[in-house]
């Protein structure tokens, strides 16, 4: 199973970039899909997750200008990040909870990240 994230770049601040995330391999189910950031300096944080049934939650540092969803026939979480500000420079981290088997406990599953700057 791989996690393949995309759409990290310069941005300035008040700018908006999306995320994309796609999970492949051989997978069963994909439960809860979430994106964490890790700024420079700082430890790895959650940002926002979305359950298999659309249910969200967000960091009060992005609540209201971020939105979090999914294609579940894709198998893909996107992240939808406006009014960006340069506290919300970091690596931007997908993972996902996979199960690759019917009955299977879900594992974890990071993807590489991808680089967001919001600078000007």
């Known amino acids: 199973v791989q996690l393949q994230a995309s759409g990290g770049g310069l941005v300035q601040p008040g700018g908006s970039l999306k995320l994309s995330c796609a999970a492949s391999?051989?997978?069963?189910?994909?439960?809860?899909m979430s994106w964490y950031r890790q700024a420079p300096g700082k430890q790895r944080e959650l940002v926002a997750v979305?359950?298999?049934?659309?249910?969200?939650n967000y960091a009060d540092s992005v609540k209201g200008r971020f939105a979090i969803s999914r294609d579940i026939a894709k198998d893909t979480v996107y992240l939808q990040m406006n009014s960006l500000k340069p506290d919300d420079t970091a690596i931007y981290y997908c993972?996902?909870?996979?199960?690759?088997?019917?009955?299977?406990?879900?594992?974890?599953?990071w993807g590489k990240g991808t680089l967001v700057t919001v600078s000007s």
């Open positions: 979305i359950t298999s049934h659309g249910r969200t």
């Open positions: 391999g051989s997978i069963f189910s994909v439960n809860d």
């Open positions: 993972n996902a909870d996979i199960a690759t088997m019917r009955f299977q406990v879900g594992m974890e599953y």
